[in-house]
């Protein structure tokens, strides 16, 4: 057991605050990592104020994590000691299931979550990056390629590999118009890998303030949702559409703008009174409506490294570990430009 330094909320109404407790062992295959960085996702907020009902307090919250290996268990082959690392959503899984085989842990019905999960194999409610360190098994933790700024790559892990697994999947690249719903922490991300991906890229959006950061970004178009003249105007103008909207919205004028075979992909979990989708937007030109979570250790690893090649990183604001709150309220409106990141080394002055 080791004395370990966090931020965590107590309950649901409770700001999250100073906290300690002991992390596991270490196990044959697991690396300990010294913390240096953590984005905030907007999950982060829902799980500790819990917003899905399912929350164990204490929570630490983070799985958005850059760290450094400072200990290895003895059968760690993966990752030496001073290795800059990573550690996304999840921290294992059970291996041995038909979506596992298939390398697509992020789909397993026994995954272990990085945060607020329960892990069989240490009998504890794992916790998350907000943390002075961590105990990960070396197979849930990620090769950070040189070159990558640290504190921009925090987020690469949930909210880049969230866009670039769908984008992948469904093969995007050169010849292909791709929308992105929503300019948030995922947006951006879709924006920049889609572009990067050699796509046409327009973001669609309710605010038109965005065009400029959208273009920016790498988008060459922007379409503004509530203009119905410009919807027309986009009608059957997409081969693929990326929706990172959580809050309610309709689907059908998304649907309009797909071509014949065209997909939309939801990443986004809106409330369950989401307007109804009319049959015809599908039956009509075969077009496609799919859903993604997050993305598997590989494609994780494979964006990584393409980020790494292409010099793309979240854009992102830094803080301090005391002002997570701060963030918190500011998250709630949308007052950040795209991401925050905890810069870990302020947790000892917290």
Request: charged share 20%; proline share 5%.
């Amino acid at each position: 057991m080791s004395r370990t330094h966090a931020y965590a909320a107590e309950a649901a109404d409770a700001a999250l605050a100073p906290f300690a407790f002991e992390a596991p062992a270490l196990g044959d295959h697991d690396v300990r990592l010294e913390v240096l960085y953590c984005g905030v996702c907007h999950s982060d907020l829902h799980a500790a104020r819990n917003d899905w009902g399912a929350t164990t307090y204490p929570i630490v919250p983070g799985h958005e994590v850059i760290g450094r290996v400072v200990e290895a268990g003895a059968n760690v082959t993966r990752h030496r000691i001073g290795d800059v690392v990573g550690v996304g959503c999840m921290a294992d899984s059970c291996r041995v299931c038909r979506d596992c085989q298939a390398g697509l842990q992020q789909y397993c019905r026994s995954l272990v979550w990085t945060y607020d999960s329960l892990n069989p194999k240490t009998g504890q409610i794992t916790r998350g990056g907000y943390a002075s360190a961590m105990v990960v098994d070396e197979a849930y933790v990620l090769r950070i390629p040189p070159g990558l700024d640290l504190a921009g790559a925090a987020p690469l892990l949930c909210a880049g590999v969230t866009t670039w697994s769908p984008l992948r999947e469904w093969q995007v690249g050169p010849g292909m118009r791709v929308g992105v719903v929503g300019l948030g922490g995922l947006g951006h991300m879709a924006v920049k890998l889609a572009s990067a991906l050699g796509a046409e890229v327009a973001l669609i959006t309710t605010s038109p303030g965005k065009a400029a950061d959208a273009r920016r970004l790498g988008a060459s178009a922007v379409v503004v949702s509530t203009d119905k003249a410009q919807m027309k105007a986009q009608a059957e103008g997409f081969d693929f559409i990326l929706d990172t909207v959580s809050a309610e919205h309709d689907l059908n004028p998304l649907l309009s703008l797909l071509r014949r075979d065209g997909t939309l992909v939801l990443l986004g979990i809106p409330p369950e009174n989401q307007p109804p989708i009319r049959a015809i937007h599908l039956t009509a030109r075969r077009k496609r409506l799919a859903g993604s979570l997050i993305g598997s250790i590989a494609e994780t690893q494979d964006m990584l490294d393409f980020c790494a090649a292409h010099g793309i990183t979240a854009d992102v604001e830094v803080i301090a570990m005391d002002a997570i709150n701060t963030a918190y309220e500011r998250m709630l409106r949308s007052d950040v430009k795209y991401r925050f990141v905890i810069d870990m080394a302020t947790l000892a002055h917290a």
